[in-house]
């Protein structure tokens, strides 16, 4: 019997790369978007699902648990980007990069668990960011959603293990996929004071999502994840220097990793 996955935002990126994966792996797979009538050509099935309106998440979980009798794993990968000097950003666009990142998941997480606790079995894995281990300069509102995310995460391990849930963060580097194009991107302001240096840090932001990773490389990871019995709570994938910047940031001194970031941002 196939497992049945479910995969927010599902239709481009990581998240499609994934889907695909596992549909050649014999899984049986539900992506989501907010507009599914747009990828009739996908791999697996999409459905409606906007993470901001729980409506369209309890329609989506009911409308696979209906058709498949169960949800084996859900994959929190729908996200969304944000840059800009944290003084600079609309309260606005704040709050719903964590809409997004944060709560979405959180509900998404809510509507599966029942059905998860009842048949004494599940897995949930959420996509965060190594961006989520370290406030980085003009992206700090993506690092807090993310690192949020990545502490929730920590806490509900432990609420879940008397019924044999399991969860884990998956937190990737730089992939090269379309997710520039769906970030918020707060306005470089001709006098602003952080226009020099925020500018010259989108610029290196994007190219680095340019020159990224294949998403594929994600795919075979979360392929292993949910083949492993028990899963750790926090998987990396990037380059070396990605990963080892975690390590870093445990080992030194606050202000020279602060000065590590603030030389390699070229501030």
Do not use: W
């Not at 058709?67 to 606005?92: F, S």
């Not at 004494?120 to 690192?147: C, D, E, H, Q, W």
């Not at 306005?187 to 500018?199: A, F, N, Q, R």
Request: glycine share 8%; charged share 20%.
């Amino acid at each position: 019997m196939s497992n049945v996955v479910l995969i927010t935002g599902g239709s481009s990126g990581i998240g499609k790369s994934i889907g695909e994966y596992l549909t050649e792996k014999g899984f049986k797979v539900y992506g989501t978007s907010r507009n599914p009538e747009r990828y009739t050509d996908s791999k697996f099935s999409i459905i409606t699902l906007d993470v901001t309106k729980p409506e369209t998440i309890k329609q989506c979980v009911d409308q696979v648990i209906l058709a498949e009798g169960r949800i084996d794993v859900l994959i929190n990968n729908a996200g969304v980007g944000i840059t800009g000097a944290i003084e600079e950003i609309p309260e606005i666009e704040i709050k719903n990069n964590f809409e997004i990142n944060f709560f979405g998941p959180i509900n998404v997480i809510k509507a599966v668990l029942p059905q998860m606790r009842e048949k004494n079995s599940g897995l949930i894995i959420n996509i965060t960011s190594i961006a989520g281990y370290m406030g980085l300069p003009y992206r700090g509102v993506y690092s807090a959603s993310k690192g949020a995310l990545e502490l929730l995460t920590e806490a509900f391990r432990m609420e879940l293990k008397a019924f044999n849930v399991h969860m884990t963060n998956v937190a990737p580097g730089d992939f090269a996929t379309n997710i520039a194009s769906g970030r918020y991107h707060a306005p470089v302001i001709s006098d602003s004071p952080y226009k020099e240096s925020y500018g010259n840090s989108l610029k290196m932001i994007d190219d680095h999502v340019d020159a990224g990773l294949d998403p594929q490389l994600m795919a075979k990871v979360i392929y292993k994840v949910i083949h492993t019995k028990k899963p750790k709570g926090h998987y990396k994938v990037g380059t070396f220097l990605q990963k080892f910047s975690v390590v870093l940031k445990r080992i030194l001194p606050d202000k020279v990793y602060e000065k590590m970031l603030m030389n390699h941002y070229k501030l």
